[in-house]
Nanobody
Framework: VQLQASGGGVVQAGGSLRLSCAVSGSFFSIVDMGWYRQAPGKQRELVARITSGDSTNYADSVKGRFTISRDNAKNTVNLQMNSLKPEDTAVYYC???????????????WGQGTQVTVSS
């Protein structure tokens, strides 16, 4: 399994960015996909997740500003980030739980991070 993330960059406070992550490789199904972030000196934290049934959950700090969506046909997850704040600055990581067969437990895989910098 491989994850290809894109869309990071530098934006001013109040601006928007869209992150995308595509899953490729051999797997039976995707259980859920999500985005995490890690700021300097802080632990990695959940930003948003979406299940195969389109159930979502968000960190309180991004509710109302970020929207996660997925394209099941393309095995892609997107994160639309609006009203960005300097405290959103972090390395954002794509994550996927997938199964290689119906009877196997989900496997966990992380993509390479993409930097998001929000200037004040």
């Amino acid at each position: 399994v491989q994850l290809q993330a894109s869309g990071g960059g530098v934006v001013q406070a109040g601006g928007s960015l869209r992150l995308s992550c595509a899953v490729s490789g051999s797997f039976f199904s995707i259980v859920d996909m999500g985005w995490y972030r890690q700021a300097p000196g802080k632990q990695r934290e959940l930003v948003a997740r979406i299940t195969s049934g389109d159930s979502t959950n968000y960190a309180d700090s991004v509710k109302g500003r970020f929207t996660i969506s997925r394209d099941n046909a393309k095995n892609t997850v997107n994160l639309q980030m609006n009203s960005l704040k300097p405290e959103d600055t972090a390395v954002y990581y794509c994550n996927v739980h997938y199964k290689i067969a119906t009877w196997t437990p989900p496997a966990n895989y992380w993509g390479q991070g993409t930097q998001v910098t929000v200037s004040s």
